[in-house]
């Protein structure tokens, strides 16, 4: 066996590389060990395997003692990668002494963290630099397009219903919509200073309907305009700036500017609100601060503006009395009497028109509204609200609206006592922990404009008498009831015509109310009015319910006014970016249909000769902001010369099968462009050549010559009437040549009307 033992040792000091004597060990004592002679024997073994264990060899980092497996190439340069926690601090010290410590970075947020409420509040500001966002954005962010517009994030349209949906549910049922970027301001002083005040910016021919008495009670709501104030003694220098909603407080209300608070019967102090268009509020309010300055008599009057301090909320439609009876709940009383449930029982048309109603109300988020009806579904005649039969079941408040309805707290919204408005955070009112004592303390006080159909701004001149009967008769019976006096006998007849008038199958369009609240109740409110069963409508859906009603919206079809010109400007830009990003063979060619300017009305061409026709060369020129040289008569007897004037009309498409669009030019009926252009059109039927229908034509054009009288500034299809029609401007002086001379009071006539994108002319 010694043999055998001494190979075994040769071969593994081989491979150790160690030079070392092999023991001989006798054969008796083979079994023995030594622990003396073993030690000495290996203790060189154990200094070599010693200094192998501390022994870098070359290796001059800590990261290098870990395996080859764990070894990643980060770990040179950022130590916390290395997985054992000794060689990491290892590697920290060599890197501190080395000078190269990095630098630990902040970890990267992960989204759950991003969705944190104070992490999102503070995001939420630095994204309102530019625009501002209302109390209903991330509501209406979720459902709706969105854009930016006169300096608000503005819901455009929704994103899964379109505008006949929106008709069906204003004819039917209600719309909800948030106008809480119409900003208002107050104006508080002496009642009479008040008026004088604005006397000085009224209207031309409309007068200032702000001191009429119907108005000054505070019981209701009416519309004026503002213009600037004329420079010298010519009527021309008076310049209209925008049209405004104005609500004087009722008489008793207290008065306060933010310092102190003032009670009306002491001094007389009287409180009036004004709303305007957000396009136009900023050059109202800087000219109401500079004529203070400039007049010393009216230096007392204050002028303060509410931005950001209210929202509102408009809900139309003939259900919008029940939208109201499932969202609010109000706090009686202590007689124990109820205005919201005895008002809310009859349609809401039947309400006295602009009525101003104030109600305290409970959290809207204690009331969980029932699961609202199916818009398809037809209307219950159970649950729809009844409406006196005969004159001696009207009640009182429809003959005579009560004063002390119209008070509320609100008025003071910047008063000291701010005890009406207790709004607890979500937090609170969610936690099954708080006593239902605590969370009945959260009220709040509204108020509610009653609102007549249409947009209510400014009057309108009807099309035809078939189809603008129930508009022409609901407004004849407001404007009647506005310039009545104040007696018992007068008020009852008129409020009892008006209830027998608006009774038909579409009484109740764009009826309604509009909603005003402190801005803390926004979202609380709006939740609760779409749990109520209202249907919420964006920017373009509102502006085509004004529309079919007839109305005019601000400032597309104000083209006299500033902000008009300002949005013309800006869809001009719009719709040229979109026509330029499209190639050749998919967008018209103007320059061949000879219209100079596709993209924005030139209406000081109406009144220019060396201006009129349609030019070769395709140019667009910008809305200035100098004074127009034309004046807009929108009723009554202007006083200015027929050749600078423009009337509103009405272009109805009796035809049919023709789409109005933007833009379209009007003609006169008696220029030879209407034989030529239906021959064009049967020619085009037939199926000839457009090579030699442009021939015919060109030899027509040099026969006789288009003369154009107006533009349309809105068109398109009406689903309330059935058919094409499109509101716009005509010079008077041209259009009061093509009515007959025998129809005497008809206000109707026959043109011609062609698109931009159109070379065909169509008879309306």
Known sequence: QAPEMEEEASQVNKKRKLDLPVPQVPLEEERLVDIKKLYKARSREIKDLDNEINTLRGRKRAFQLLPRHLRRRTMSHNPYRIPSKGLRLKALREMKSSGSLPVKKKKRKFRKSKRRCNRLLRDYGKRQKEKKWMETHIWHSKRFHMMNIWGYRISRTCTNKGKRAAYRAVKDHSIIYDE???????????????????????????????????????????????????????????????????????????????????????????????????????????????????????????????????????????????????????????????????????????????????????????????????????????????????????????????????????????????????????????????????????????????????????????????????????????????????????????????????????????????????????????????????????????????????????????????????????????EHSRWSKKPPSKRPNFEKLGVSQPFIIDWESLHEKEKRGEGKELMETEADEKAPSFFVSHGGESGYDEKVALVPVWVWMTGGGTYLRNNARIFSSKSGTSLRKQESQQQRQRGQKREEMSKQESVAEGEEKEELIGFISRGGYSYRHGLCKGFGYCNKAELSKLVSPSDKGSTSCTVLVKNVNSQWYHKA
Request: proline content about 8%; glycine content about 8%; overall charge neutral.
């Open 180 to 574: 809480s970027y119409c900003e208002p301001m107050q104006l508080h002083g002496s009642q009479e200073k008040i008026i004088e005040f604005l006397d000085f910016f009224s209207h031309p021919t409309e007068g200032n309907p702000i001191k009429q008495r119907i108005y000054i009670e505070g019981t209701k709501w009416g519309n004026s305009w503002i213009c600037k104030p004329k420079c010298s003694s010519k009527e021309s220098d008076s310049r209209v700036l925008a049209p405004v909603q104005f609500s004087w407080a009722p008489k008793g209300t207290p008065v306060s500017c933010g310092e102190q608070m003032e009670v009306e019967p002491v001094d007389g102090t009287r409180m009036l609100w004004i709303w305007c268009h957000p396009s136009a509020f900023d050059e109202i309010f800087e000219l109401f601060s500079s004529t203070q300055i400039s007049l010393p008599k009216f230096s007392q009057i204050s002028v303060v503006s509410l931005k950001q301090k209210l929202v509102r909320f408009k809900i139309l439609g003939p259900k919008a009395n029940t939208v109201l009876q499932r969202a609010l709940s109000e706090i009686k009383g202590e007689e124990g009497n109820s205005k919201l449930e005895q008002i809310l029982k009859f349609r809401v048309q039947e309400i006295p028109p602009s009525s101003v109603l104030g109600v305290k109300i409970s959290d809207p988020r204690l009331r969980k509204p029932a699961t609202p009806p199916s818009p398809s579904s037809p209307p219950s005649p159970s649950t729809s609200p009844s409406s006196p039969s005969t004159v001696e079941q009207i009640p009182d408040f429809l003959l005579k609206w009560p004063l002390a309805w119209s008070q509320s707290s609100l008025w003071n919204i910047l008063g000291l006592d701010q005890s009406f408005n207790c709004n607890l955070e979500d937090k609170t009112m969610n936690d099954p922990d708080v006593p239902l004592e605590t969370k009945l303390k959260s009220m709040t006080e509204i108020l509610l404009f009653q609102e007549q159909g249409g947009q209510g701004q400014v009057r309108t001149q009807g099309g035809q008498k078939g189809r603008q009967e129930c508009t022409q008769t609901q407004t004849q019976t407001q404007t009647q009831t506005q310039t009545q006096t104040q007696t018992q006998t007068q008020t009852q007849t008129q409020t009892q015509t008006q209830i027998q008038t608006q009774r038909g199958a579409q009484a109740g369009y764009a009826c309604g109310w509009t909603l005003v609240a402190e801005a803390s109740w926004g979202r609380s409110l709006w939740l609760a009015l779409v749990l109520g069963g209202g249907r919420a409508i964006g920017l373009e859906e509102r502006q085509h319910i004004i529309w079919e009603n007839g109305g005019k919206v601000f400032p597309n079809d104000f083209p006299e006014t500033p902000a008009g010109q300002r949005e013309a400007t800006r869809i001009c830009e719009e």
